[in-house]
């Protein structure tokens, strides 16, 4: 029997995906594709990432915009440290680096958000050198072939999984086989329903062999989910919203925001940041939203306020926004929803 990543290879020429927008040998679109496919699957990606392109053609083109548009062309796609450190690295390559990306593995690893696999993947797509990588695709063909026991999150199962990349990783047709495992996995050895008799490994797989595929890769231990309460504020004054842009930090960092309330005193938030009660204050549904770690229970109010106040005019981190205009930067997809429903009520009441 020919070696695995012989048969891998052979598949990948007659099976493989070849039309992807950043399999172009370039390493900022290697760089921004594998940023975004944490996480995320290829075709959620595909008009993401040909949209940014559009608006950042080149690392010195996103090192010179403003986070609030990259976070823009991010929003609805999740993750959003993702977005901010790759405006970080794209400053840190044109501060040190001359504007060109680095092609030592090591100077990759150290920028923001490039973990050992990314960089992995970025050394063998970009400039065809030889290092493995080991993103959830490949730990899930690797830990079945292989049948590796435990979770990949587990330091010392992470360690067999590497060596187990690092082994069959083939010296030449570096960027193909890489490709190629992650196309495996996406495709072919799939999380539920894998097809195994259209794997070029299948007949040594040994989780095949002992009917034990569904144990493989193993899975962290299930707790349950905590559940979150807050309130958004909605205040609306002449077909304008007012919205606040969140810290840096945490949940949604850097983007444009409703305010956010722990307790009902809707009124009195109104008055000191508003200086304006309200003419009217109405409760909606509560809009729940999914985290990868907990739920949030979100109490949607609306408050119709007299006039915009002038106490927000010289905030950068505050400001009534137009409900028709674009908007001002990066928002949230629950939140967008949110916005999206009062601007559809609105235009509802004046026609």
Not at 58 to 79: F, T
Not at 226 to 244: D, H, R
Not at 247 to 257: D, E, N, Q, V, Y
Request: with cysteine; proline share 6%.
């Amino acid at each position: 029997m020919s070696d695995f990543p012989s048969r891998v290879l052979r598949w990948y020429q007659q099976h493989g995906r070849k039309d992807l927008p950043w399999q172009k040998r370039d390493p900022y679109c290697v760089w921004v594709s594998e940023i975004m496919l944490q996480q995320t699957q290829v075709q959620t990606v595909i008009p993401y990432f040909e949209r940014f392109m559009q608006s950042f053609s080149s690392v010195i083109a996103l090192a010179d915009a403003n986070l609030d548009a990259v976070l823009d062309h991010w929003s609805g796609l999740g993750y959003y440290a993702r977005a901010r450190n790759l405006h970080s690295t794209a400053r840190i390559v044109c501060d040190e680096h001359d504007g060109v990306f680095p092609q030592r593995f090591d100077a990759v690893a150290a920028l923001p958000g490039i973990g050992r696999s990314t960089a992995g993947a970025i050394m063998a797509l970009a400039y065809g050198k030889r290092y493995p990588i080991l993103d959830g695709n490949v730990k899930r063909v690797l830990a079945r072939h292989d049948a590796i026991s435990g979770w990949p999150g587990k330091t010392d199962v992470a360690k067999v999984l590497w060596q187990a990349a690092e082994e069959n990783t083939p010296q030449s047709k570096v960027r193909d086989f890489t490709q190629a495992m992650m196309d495996l996995g996406a495709t072919v050895c799939t999380r539920s329903r894998p097809q195994c008799d259209a794997c070029p490994v299948h007949a040594d797989c040994a989780a095949r062999t002992a009917g034990t595929i569904d144990q493989y890769p193993g899975r962290k231990a299930r707790k349950a989910k905590p559940l979150k309460q807050t309130i958004m504020v909605l205040a609306v004054s002449n077909g304008s919203i007012y919205l606040e842009r969140r810290p840096p930090a945490g949940i949604w960092g850097g983007l444009w925001s409703l305010p956010e309330l722990s307790d009902g005193q809707v009124g009195d938030w109104c008055r000191a940041t508003l200086a304006d009660a309200g003419r009217s204050i109405e409760s909606w549904s509560t809009l729940r939203h999914s985290f990868s770690h907990y739920d949030l229970d979100i109490q949607p109010v609306v408050v119709r306020i007299s006039a915009t106040s002038r106490k927000v005019a010289d905030n950068d981190d505050a400001t009534w926004h137009s409900l028709d205009a674009a908007p001002p930067g990066g928002i949230a997809a629950p939140v967008q929803k949110l916005i999206n429903t009062l601007k559809d009520e609105t235009h509802a009441q004046n026609n």
